[in-house]
């Protein structure tokens, strides 16, 4: 009898162990239930693999955030997407931009420390990344700690980009690049805007450039959404994305190559490209530019 | 008796098993390490690498990633190896067409734990990661944002 209980308890035993040791790297994809329509199967134009190759760093709040800041334009909190109709994004089409136009709002605040709306934000975030069933990734109760405590400001920072990375990684990892692409485009569509906002109010030769060198990031995140084109709602993001990209050809850009060097500086290398990039941008092409942002961000954000 | 032995057994099994778990590190610790390596640099982006030795007489196996840089910016690309594997992973970045830097300079066999990248030119970048020796390895390479040039 003892020898038959041990023979069933053991077997037990193990599997236990086994189970209790796979939580550090808990597969999402078995524990939650995906919908259909969340899950991209149509044919992809080019492999994932050279998706990958495409898409990394393709917008970055902080970056177009610290470029604000540092050409010494005030925080506004007018210039924000508003988190109101949120309840209103239905589709994970919706639910994705959306997720990238909040994170790149997120992403400015930060820059600024500018807690005080950030709960407002990262609640959005937050149901909208359940939405797509990617909330898993998103660390709300820290985020929200930091940003009630108004401390640890770089952290707030860090989490944030690197949930947006986590839930990013995941979804390409799982055959939902289609969503992983919109959040990288509403990421640039709400940077794009911020800083047309802030050049209406403060031109600024570098903020301009700055928009001018985008026809360089917006082909490649062309490139990347024609891959779902066959969607109905991305081939229209597409149609909208593309008359800014008409505009675009009248943006001039020309290079002269440099030999990169490399240095050591207290202890620490350093390469330096040395190559010049020209970006020439007429005042008009640059207005139209911001113009025509304007109204397809303002359709995603429903106003 | 015999039954005493077994259970013995399949419990060491378990121990050992679980013992190595624990101390491996996950991708996600050593993002977190290499964060503080990149100092105040902003976090942006994450690497992990995983990588196979090199069979006998191939090419050491290598990873690549695209990202897109813009000019006038300071970036900082650290790297972090797995203490679980033997591999140290050297890191080159490639514009277009040619390599600009690598952190392991052949000519003086020095190696650096981060490098720092002054970009003058909006564009998509090439990383290739590769492990020294060829050898098995696991590491992320950690790309921060430094300042505005």
Not at chain 1, 186 to 198: A, R, T
Not at chain 1, 227 to 241: A, F, G, M
Not at chain 2, 24 to 38: K, N, R, Y
Request: aromatic fraction near 10%; proline fraction near 2%.
């Amino acid at each position: 009898m003892n020898k038959r209980l041990i023979y069933i308890l053991l077997p037990l035993l193990i599997f236990a162990a086994c189970r209790s040791d796979k939580q550090k790297d808990v597969d999402f994809s078995k524990e939650f239930e995906v919908p259909d329509s969340v899950i991209y199967d149509g044919e992809l134009e080019i492999s994932e693999q050279a998706m990958d190759d495409i898409v990394q760093n393709i917008s970055s709040p902080v970056e177009i955030a610290a470029l604000i800041k540092a050409v010494g334009v005030p925080f506004s909190k007018d210039y924000l997407a508003t988190t109101d109709f949120v309840d209103d994004y239905n589709t994970s089409f919706e639910k994705a931009i959306g997720l990238g136009i909040f994170g790149a709002d997120l992403g400015y605040q930060n820059m600024y420390n500018k807690t005080g709306g950030v709960i407002d934000y990262i609640s959005a975030i937050r149901t909208l990344a359940d939405g797509i069933r990617v909330g898993q990734f998103f660390d709300f109760t820290t985020l929200k700690r930091l940003a009630t405590n108004n401390q640890n400001l770089d952290s707030l920072m860090y989490i944030s980009v690197q949930n947006f990375n986590q839930m990013d990684r995941y979804l390409r990892e799982n055959n939902r690049s289609n969503l992983s692409s919109l959040i990288v485009a509403g990421v640039w569509i709400e940077s794009i805007y911020l800083l047309g906002e802030v050049i209406k109010e403060a031109p600024n030769a570098e903020l301009s450039e700055k928009i001018g060198e985008q026809k360089i990031i917006l082909s490649n995140l062309m490139l990347l959404l024609k891959n779902y084109e066959r969607d109905p709602s991305i081939k229209e993001l597409i149609d909208d994305l593309s008359e800014i990209q008409e505009i675009y050809k009248d943006v001039t850009i020309t290079y002269e190559k440099g030999e990169p060097e490399a240095i050591e500086q207290d202890g620490m290398l350093i390469i330096i490209q040395n190559d010049k990039q020209y970006i020439e941008i007429s005042n008009e092409t640059l207005f139209k530019i911001i113009d025509k942002t304007v109204e397809v961000r303002n359709k995603i954000i429903q106003l | 008796m015999r039954n005493i032995y077994i259970i013995f057994a399949l419990f060491a099994i378990i121990l050992l098993g679980n013992s190595n778990k624990l101390s491996a590190q996950s991708g996600q610790e050593l993002v977190d390490i290499c964060g503080m390596i990149a100092g105040d640099a902003t976090y942006l982006k994450d690497f992990q690498i995983k990588l196979e030795a090199a069979k006998p007489g191939e090419e050491p196996p290598r990873a690549a990633y695209s990202v897109v840089l813009s000019k006038n910016t300071k970036y900082r690309f650290s790297i972090c190896n797995s203490k679980d594997f033997s591999g140290e992973a050297i890191l080159q970045i490639y514009d277009n067409n040619r390599l600009l830097g690598t952190t392991y300079l052949v000519a003086t066999g020095k190696s650096y734990p981060s490098v720092d990248l002054k970009c003058s030119q909006t564009g998509v970048y090439h990383i290739f990661t590769s492990f020294k020796e060829g050898k098995q390895g696991m590491a992320v390479v950690l790309l921060s944002f430094v300042e505005r040039l």
